[in-house]
Nanobody, 121 residues
Framework: VQLQASGGGLVQAGGSLRLSCAGSGRTFDTYGLAWYRQAPGKERVFVAAIDWAGMTRYYSDSVEGRFTISRDNAKNSVYLQMNSLKPEDTAVYYC???????????????WGRGTQVTVSS
């Protein structure tokens, strides 16, 4: 599975962005998908995940209620709608995929190149 994230940019606090991640591979629709982020000088952390059918979603406490993860298996894509953005959301955002959904909040096998999100105050 190959992944490519896009949609990052500069936005003011309170604004919105929608990240997209396009995947390749015939078995893309069988994988759990996730978004992680890495702020400057910090470790990469889990943000959100969605199972292969789009029925189960996980969110970190810091984004619950503001971010929404979704997927379109027909387009081999996963999305992250980010609303009410805060300066502390500034980070490089990565999409990830793994065949084992139960552990996707802590690990993933496949990673895309990140996309920068910067939120100004």
């Amino acid at each position: 599975v190959q992944l490519q994230a896009s949609g990052g940019g500069l936005v003011q606090a309170g604004g919105s962005l929608r990240l997209s991640c396009a995947g390749s591979g015939r078995t893309f629709d069988t994988y759990g998908l996730a978004w992680y982020r890495q702020a400057p000088g910090k470790e990469r952390v889990f943000v959100a995940a969605i199972d292969w059918a789009g029925m189960t979603r996980y969110y970190s406490d810091s984004v619950e209620g503001r971010f929404t993860i979704s997927r379109d298996n027909a387009k081999n894509s996963v999305y992250l709608q980010m609303n009410s953005l805060k300066p502390e959301d500034t980070a490089v955002y990565y999409c990830a995929a793994d065949a084992t959904f139960v552990s996707i909040k802590t690990r993933a096998t496949y990673w895309g190149r990140g996309t920068q999100v910067t939120v100004s105050s």
